[in-house]
């Protein structure tokens, strides 16, 4: 006796419970393969999820074995030469192996690594483990003036594209129903009238009267028939309603000095910390616009390629790039629709009296109009005037300005964290 | 000729196909007197038979890391396209549980239907392993109240040190069966109703056994000479779950949960080749018959014979491919060659098996897969005829010697050799270092020593301290490790502090 089952609808996901308890097991190794992941991947390229591997060594569950020493005896299949008392040079690896299971080897040879993927979700969840975006933004959210519209039911008037058909007849149907109704009350009981002088005997017939009804009942048909089949009036038409919504646009400007001062690992670490930005706004927001800005003396928007790779050397002025900044946001990205920010990277160079400009800029123009200004200082050494300058403006700004410093690249992933890091709790 | 009537001429499968082809063969089986449990003929998509390897075949398991793992390479492999998934996986229960892939056509799941639902399934039912030791009533239940009651714990006492529990289990669960001794049959209801009596009893047990009231001195001279436990046990779960000084109740039901589940699957494990061999003959046998009867077609069972012969197929040693003796093969073939020997002897036959040479051959069959397990199974009935048919030869690898030597080979002087040394590469007693709780401190400083009794100075290898680790996490107190060679200690081997005194 057999029975068939369809288990095929009952879901897939039996070892999801597992997986994650696996994850969860092993969270330091995947961190620090997300992070080197991080290191070698461009700003935009994150829409796939990461291999990691694991070292075998580390995962593996121990049992008691045999080991490889002593003296062991092994039948082995397809023996073509040999004969009894045969002595064979031990082949490299330990000679006759008796490891007839099925299961992937136990005995880890020639598998040192444990590779598996990370799908894109649970890769972005270690990449931002534990973080948020500063308490204000989720607060004015609300306040963007972006709108969507919505349906907000039917209305008599609106444009032809918008006719709703179904509703429109239904209407004009009820208008000739009721505009007809005393016109065809009176059309049949003229009618039944009519009838009964038909109906007497011929001689007896009143012609008068017959011909005073027939013309009537004809006047009656044509009022009928004047009513119209459709009217202006029945025209019914989908209403659209512009809803307010917060606005899930965002707009990132990296503005980063690349005056002859910074070095290739400057930039590095300065691009590894704009990728984080970017990957973590992307996770809040529906489309994210990237503006780059790279200055010495004068500032330019480029296109990422040339943002980090193209060379340039020259003085500082920072002020430059933050005068671009704002023009470019006042040009094409109104704060009431798009969620500003920026992100500075520098070594702290700057000429001398410049500081006090840059000051002014951030406080007077970009700081009013922005969501969060983070600056990074990549430097080994004591900060300068710029720094002292930035200072100030924390002070005054100490929700939407931060600023930190950066030594070498493992500070990255922690001076990030340290500036999202979830505030409620 | 006879006229074909095939149920199907396709290669798609409907339930219904299903249906009428499980019909012919559990027809045919009877024919063959094939005693089966009912079928629970499950149909499950790929995702969902990477879900039931990672569980190691248990329909309903608890949760633990080592399942995530298993899932997710089992789950990358087949992605990259390094391995096929197997066609079918049965459960021995009762109703045996079978499953099929969606993706099979007709014909392979006509194969996996012969091959687990009548001939892993009358395994199941009928070797006298799986008749002692697993209750195929019992387990599914089992299983459930297993996982209910691991969750429970992990509710109650948190994942991480369930966790570690399971890990210091898991590093045992090989030496964590009763080998010889029958055990209770595993019954859900009964668990449920004893658990809570078990655990005050145990306890108290425990207790006693930890006693620091001093008791009368004499008392205590005798209890100074005896070990205890009196006789070295084999059992090493079933030793920390009734002796472990300082575990919770809890902890002690998870530990034994967990060696009855190793206990459960112990039986598969002692009859790979048979098990395999036996439903491998049946599904050859009984897709033939349907192919005699005209029930399937010319392509139907070509197609058969092409996943057939890949299935027992054997590589020779010298083959890149090579991962050991096919169980598949060479189950196959030993019981393809006992009908052989029982219908059309040859005089080597006549002379190695006088008893069973022209006997019926179904019943020599029915008697051979209830009565043995691989060990034994091929002691007795491997023959020359196969020896020679597979070109068997046993290789000697000694590390004191710097070549490797042929010891026997297929030929008269070697036969019974290479009979004997393929049995004993199949004996679980032989395979796994033989370790055995000797002596509890029970006086002094509560240590637990175990013996390690060593052949052929087959040593542990070095993933033994780690063992030691989790069993020192489960005892508490500190473990000795000694080697026996014979009547010498050659080792000695201690957690905490590893120090090796040679």
């Not at chain 1, 569950?61 to 020493?69: I, K």
């Not at chain 1, 930005?277 to 003396?297: A, G, S």
């Not at chain 1, 920072?318 to 094409?332: D, F, G, Q, T």
């Not at chain 2, 006789?231 to 920390?240: K, R």
Request: with cysteine; charged share 25%.
């Amino acid at each position: 006796m057999s029975y068939f089952i369809d288990r095929r609808p009952n879901g897939r996901n039996k070892s999801a419970v597992n997986r994650q308890r696996f994850l969860r097991r092993y969270r330091d190794h995947i961190r620090k393969s997300v992070d080197q992941a991080v290191r070698k991947r461009s700003i935009t390229d994150m829409e796939r999820g990461e291999e990691v591997s694991i070292p075998t060594r580390d995962i593996h569950e121990p049992t008691f074995h045999h080991s490889q020493s002593g003296r062991r005896e092994g039948v082995l299949p397809g023996n073509k030469a040999f004969h009894q008392g045969d002595r064979i040079a031990r082949p490299q690896g330990g000679g006759s192996g008796s490891g007839g299971q099925g299961q992937a080897s136990p005995d880890g040879e020639g598998m040192d690594e444990f590779v598996f993927s990370l799908t894109r979700d649970e890769f972005m969840e270690f990449l931002f483990e534990g973080l948020e975006l500063p308490n204000l933004v989720k607060n004015d959210l609300g306040s963007a003036e972006e709108t969507r519209p919505i349906h907000g039911g039917i209305v008599r008037e609106g444009t032809p594209s918008r006719l709703h058909v179904v509703r429109s007849m239904r209407s004009a149907y009820a208008r000739r129903l009721a505009m007809g109704a005393s016109v065809r009350r009176e059309l049949k009981a003229c009618e039944a009238e009519r009838d009964a002088l038909l109906a007497q005997p011929a001689g007896l017939q009143d012609t008068q009267q017959l011909a005073a009804l027939e013309s009537t009942i004809e006047q009656l048909r044509q009022r009928l028939k004047k009513v119209p089949f459709l009217d202006t009036e029945d025209l019914r038409y989908r209403h659209l309603k512009h809803e307010p919504v917060p606005s899930t646009k965002a707009v990132m400007v990296c503005i980063m000095d690349v005056s002859g001062s910074m070095t290739e690992q400057h930039k590095d670490i300065a691009k590894r910390f704009f990728l984080l930005l970017y990957l973590f706004l992307e996770r809040n927001y529906d489309k994210v616009d990237l503006v780059f800005i790279r200055h010495h003396t004068s500032a330019r928007e480029v296109d990422e390629e040339e943002f980090f790779y193209s060379r340039e050397t020259g003085g500082t002025i920072v002020s430059s790039a933050l005068k671009m900044a704002s023009n470019i946001i006042e040009a094409r990205y109104p704060p009431a629709q798009w969620n500003i920010y920026l992100a500075q990277a520098s070594d702290g160079d700057n000429w001398d009296d410049d500081s006090d400009v840059c000051v002014q800029w951030l406080t007077q123009k970009l700081l009013p109009k922005s969501r969060y200004y983070a600056y990074v200082e990549i430097t080994p050494h004591a900060h300068q005037a710029l720094w002292e300058a930035y200072e100030t403006v924390q002070s005054r700004f100490p929700e939407r300005f931060a600023m930190r410093q950066i030594v070498e690249a493992g500070d990255i992933f922690p001076v990030f964290r340290d500036l999202f890091k979830k505030t409620t709790a | 000729m006879t006229q074909r009537q095939p149920i199907s001429t396709g290669s798609e499968w409907n339930f219904e196909l299903l249906q009428a082809y499980d019909q012919a063969i559990g027809r045919l089986a009877a024919e063959y007197r094939l005693d089966t449990y009912p079928n629970q003929i499950e149909v499950i998509s790929s995702e969902q038979m990477m879900d039931a390897y990672a569980a190691i075949g248990m329909p309903v398991g608890y949760h633990h890391w080592s399942f995530g793992k298993h899932f997710m390479s089992v789950e990358q492999a087949y992605r990259r396209g390094q391995m096929g998934l197997a066609y079918e996986l049965v459960i021995n229960s009762n109703p045996c549980i079978a499953y099929l892939m969606e993706e099979n056509t007709i014909t392979m799941q006509a194969l996996v239907i012969a091959h687990a639902c009548y001939g892993h399934n009358s395994f199941f039912k009928n070797n006298y392993l799986f008749k002692t030791w697993t209750d195929a009533e019992g387990i599914i239940d089992y299983l459930v109240f297993a996982r209910q009651y691991i969750t429970e714990c992990e509710e109650r006492h948190g994942v991480d040190e369930v966790e570690r529990l399971l890990d210091a289990c898991h590093a045992l669960q090989s030496h964590g069966v009763d080998r010889y001794k029958r055990p209770r049959p595993l019954s859900a209801h009964e668990e449920r109703e004893r658990q809570q009596e078990r655990e005050a009893l145990l306890q108290q047990q425990v207790n006693d056994l930890w006693r620091t009231v001093p008791t009368s001195l004499e008392a205590n001279a005798d209890q100074a000479m005896a070990r205890f436990p009196l006789e070295p046990q084999e059992n090493l779960l079933y030793f920390v779950e009734k002796h472990a000084p300082l575990l919770e109740p809890w902890q002690r039901e998870v530990v034994r949960i967990v060696r009855k589940i190793a206990q459960y699957f112990y039986p598969q494990r002692q009859t790979q080749v048979m098990n395999e061999g036996w439903a491998t003959f049946w599904h050859y046998t009984l897709m033939n018959r349907l192919y005699d009867e005209g029930l399937v077609t010319d392509g139907f069972i070509m197609e058969f014979l092409q996943s057939h012969t890949s299935v027992v197929h054997q590589l020779p040693y010298d083959h890149p491919g090579y991962n050991g003796i096919n169980p598949y093969a060479l189950g196959f073939a030993m019981f393809t060659d006992l009908k052989r020997i029982c219908e059309d002897p040859t005089e080597e036959d006549r002379l190695w098996f006088p008893d069973i040479a022209g006997s019926d051959w179904l019943d020599t069959l029915h008697f051979a897969m209830q009565n043995f397990k691989d060990d034994s199974f091929i002691q007795q009935f491997l023959s020359p005829h196969l020896m020679r048919e597979f070109h068997l030869f046993s290789m000697l690898d000694d590390d004191q010697q710097s070549e490797l030597e042929v010891t026997a080979i297929h030929d008269d002087q070697g036969y019974h050799y290479i009979r004997n040394a393929l049995a004993q590469q199949y004996s679980l007693s032989l395979k796994e270092p033989d370790i055995q709780i000797w002596d509890t401190d029970l006086r002094g400083g509560r240590s637990l020593t175990l013996r390690h009794q060593r052949q052929s100075r087959r040593g542990l290898d070095r993933e033994a301290t780690e063992v030691l680790r989790h069993l020192h996490a489960l005892w508490g107190f500190p473990i000795v490790l000694e080697t026996w060679e014979g009547d010498h200690c050659i080792a000695k081997m201690k957690w905490p502090d590893v120090s090796d005194a040679a």
